[in-house]
C-alpha cells in the first residue's frame, strides 16, 4: 500500500520547520511519498521548502495564491494522478505522534475509505464506537488536517464537490449522505500547534486535538512552546480587554461585562444608600431646627 502524505503550505515557516521535524521522526516513513503543495507563499522560497523536507518526492508552488480551501482540493485533484493508494492530509502546523503510520496500517482496513488521525475539540463530539481493539468517534464533521482517505473517496469528493469555501465542511456532509462514517481515533495521532492560521486567529479560537501522546523529545519541546505562546497571548488579551467569547451570532467580552456589572453595581448601591443618607440628613435637619426652635420659644 502506496501513501502520500499531502502537505499544504502557506508562509508561517516558523511552523513550517517544526512540522517537517516532526515528520520525519515517525516510523516507517520510508514507505510513504511526501508531497509538499506550497501555495505562493512570500516568507520563503522553494529551496527552503527543499531543506524543510528533504528528500519529498514532489513539491509545487501555485503561480498565484488560491486560499487554503481550493489548494487542499487542487490537493486532491493532484493525488489522483500519483500511483499511491491513500492520501494524508497534513497541514502545514502540525505533530505527529511517531507511531502514526503503523496506526494507520493496522486500522484504515476497518474504516469506510476516510479515517481522521486528529480529535478536535473544535468538532461535535459524535458516537463512540470500538473497532479493532481501538476507541474511535464516529463524527458528524471533521476537517482535512489529519485525515486519511483512500483514492476511491478522493475521486468521489473531488468529482462531487466544487471548489469552495468551506470545503472540509461540504465534503463530510456529503461523504455521511452517501454512507461514509467519519471515523475519528478518540486518541490525537496528529497535533495542531498554530495559533495563527487560516482557522485560528490567535487566541480566541484555538484548534487543539484531545489525547495526544508527544511520543518524543521534539514534540514535547513543541508542545511546550505552543502551551507558551498561548498563555502568554492570552495574558495579553486579558488586559487589552479582547478576548471575546462567540454565544451563537453575538460576540460577548467577559472583561467588558465583568467591568460593566461591577460599575453598574457601585451605581445601584450608590442610587440606594443615597435616598436613606438624604432621609436621614432631613431628619437630623428637622430635629434640629425644631428643637432650636423649641427652645427660643420657650418662656423664660
Given at each position: 500500500?502506496?501513501?502520500?502524505?499531502?502537505?499544504?503550505?502557506?508562509?508561517r515557516?516558523?511552523?513550517?520547520?517544526?512540522?517537517?521535524?516532526?515528520?520525519?521522526?515517525s516510523?516507517?516513513?520510508?514507505?510513504?511519498?511526501?508531497?509538499?503543495?506550497?501555495d505562493?507563499?512570500?516568507?520563503?522560497?522553494?529551496?527552503?521548502?527543499?531543506?524543510?523536507?528533504?528528500?519529498?518526492?514532489?513539491?509545487?508552488?501555485?503561480?498565484?495564491?488560491?486560499?487554503?480551501d481550493?489548494?487542499?482540493?487542487?490537493?486532491?485533484?493532484?493525488?489522483?494522478?500519483?500511483?499511491?493508494?491513500?492520501?494524508?492530509?497534513?497541514?502545514?502546523?502540525?505533530?505527529?505522534?511517531?507511531?502514526?503510520?503503523?496506526?494507520?496500517?493496522?486500522?484504515?482496513?476497518?474504516?469506510d475509505?476516510?479515517?481522521?488521525?486528529?480529535?478536535?475539540?473544535?468538532?461535535?463530539?459524535?458516537?463512540?464506537?470500538?473497532?479493532?481493539?481501538?476507541?474511535?468517534?464516529?463524527?458528524?464533521?471533521?476537517?482535512?488536517?489529519?485525515?486519511?482517505?483512500?483514492?476511491?473517496?478522493?475521486?468521489?469528493?473531488?468529482?462531487?464537490?466544487?471548489?469552495?469555501?468551506?470545503?472540509?465542511?461540504?465534503?463530510?456532509?456529503?461523504?455521511?449522505?452517501?454512507?461514509?462514517?467519519?471515523?475519528?481515533?478518540?486518541?490525537?495521532?496528529?497535533?495542531?500547534?498554530?495559533?495563527?492560521?487560516?482557522?485560528?486567529?490567535?487566541?480566541?479560537?484555538?484548534?487543539?486535538?484531545?489525547?495526544?501522546?508527544?511520543?518524543?523529545?521534539?514534540?514535547?519541546?513543541?508542545?511546550?512552546?505552543?502551551?507558551?505562546?498561548?498563555?502568554?497571548?492570552?495574558?495579553?488579551?486579558?488586559?487589552?480587554?479582547?478576548?471575546?467569547?462567540?454565544?451563537?451570532?453575538?460576540?460577548?467580552?467577559?472583561?467588558?461585562?465583568?467591568?460593566?456589572?461591577?460599575?453598574?453595581?457601585?451605581?445601584?448601591?450608590?442610587?440606594?444608600?443615597?435616598k436613606?443618607?438624604?432621609?436621614l440628613?432631613?431628619?437630623?435637619?428637622?430635629?434640629?431646627?425644631?428643637?432650636?426652635?423649641?427652645?427660643?420659644?420657650?418662656?423664660?
Open positions: 500500500m502506496n501513501i502520500t502524505i499531502g502537505v499544504t503550505t502557506y508562509n515557516p516558523d511552523y513550517v520547520k517544526k512540522m517537517g521535524q516532526s515528520l520525519y521522526a516510523r516507517g516513513l520510508a514507505r510513504c511519498h511526501i508531497r509538499v503543495y506550497d505562493c507563499s512570500s516568507e520563503f522560497a522553494i529551496e527552503d521548502l527543499r531543506n524543510f523536507f528533504p528528500g519529498a518526492k514532489e513539491i509545487t508552488r501555485r503561480e498565484r495564491n488560491l486560499g487554503s481550493q489548494n487542499i482540493r487542487q490537493m486532491f485533484v493532484d493525488f489522483l494522478r500519483t500511483g499511491d493508494d491513500l492520501l494524508v492530509a497534513a497541514d502545514s502546523d502540525l505533530l505527529f505522534r511517531p507511531d502514526w503510520i503503523d496506526f494507520v496500517l493496522e486500522n484504515f482496513q476497518y474504516s475509505g476516510m479515517l481522521g488521525l486528529y480529535n478536535s475539540i473544535l468538532h461535535l463530539p459524535g458516537k463512540e464506537v470500538l473497532i479493532n481493539g481501538k476507541e474511535f468517534i464516529e463524527k458528524r464533521h471533521t476537517g482535512s488536517a489529519g485525515v486519511v482517505m483512500s483514492k476511491e473517496i478522493v475521486r468521489k469528493i473531488v468529482e462531487n464537490i466544487p471548489p469552495m469555501g468551506g470545503y472540509d465542511w461540504a465534503w463530510s456532509k456529503y461523504l455521511r449522505k452517501s454512507g461514509v462514517r467519519l471515523l475519528v481515533s478518540k486518541q490525537s495521532y496528529v497535533q495542531h500547534i498554530g495559533l495563527h492560521g487560516y482557522n485560528c486567529d490567535g487566541f480566541k479560537t484555538t484548534e487543539f486535538g484531545l489525547y495526544f501522546y508527544p511520543g518524543n523529545a521534539t514534540n514535547e519541546q513543541f508542545l511546550i512552546e505552543f502551551f507558551q505562546e498561548f498563555i502568554i497571548g492570552v495574558s495579553q488579551l486579558v488586559r487589552e480587554e479582547t478576548l471575546d467569547i462567540k454565544l451563537g451570532k453575538v460576540t460577548v467580552s467577559p472583561v467588558k461585562v465583568l467591568k460593566r456589572t461591577r460599575k453598574s453595581i457601585k451605581r445601584l448601591l450608590k442610587r440606594r444608600l443615597k436613606p443618607l438624604k432621609k440628613k432631613r431628619r437630623l435637619v428637622k430635629k434640629s431646627v425644631m428643637t432650636l426652635k423649641a427652645r427660643i420659644s420657650r418662656p423664660k
